[in-house]
């Protein structure tokens, strides 16, 4: 069973950036294809990015296109979330999820998931 762990979160200013790293130490993660969400606080997760790990094909919500980049590094076994241009509302919790499947904006598809790593930004 993977067992995902999230890292990077923190507190910045709104403009400013972080970049959420995801890996499982005891598992590669190539045969997967991976997603970020998020879930603010009274509100549902939402589908923030996904990859397939082998072709690195992606997808991204109107809310983040342009502002955050989802990458992964084979050598690595790490999956990450580069966020530029942070927003007061882009706050929240942020979980990295694995599915075995093609990558899906729904959450319910996506089988392991990780512990999740806090964002905050200040306005």
């Known amino acids: 069973q993977l067992q995902l762990v999230e890292s990077g979160g923190g507190l910045v200013q709104a403009g400013g950036s972080l970049r959420l790293s995801c890996t499982d130490s005891?598992?590669?993660?190539?045969?997967?294809?991976m997603a970020w969400f998020r879930q603010a606080p009274g509100k549902g997760r939402e589908f923030v990015a996904s990859?397939?790990?082998?072709?690195?094909?992606?997808q991204y919500p109107d809310s983040v296109r342009g502002r955050f980049t989802i990458s992964k590094d084979n050598a690595k076994n790490t999956l990450y979330l580069q966020m530029n241009s942070l927003k007061p509302e882009d706050a929240a919790v942020y979980f990295c999820a694995t599915r075995t499947g093609g990558t899906t904006d729904k959450s319910s598809a996506y089988e392991y998931w990780g512990q999740g790593t806090q964002v905050t930004v200040s306005s």
């Open positions: 990859i397939v790990w082998l072709d690195r094909q992606t």
């Open positions: 005891a598992h590669t993660l190539s045969s997967y294809s």
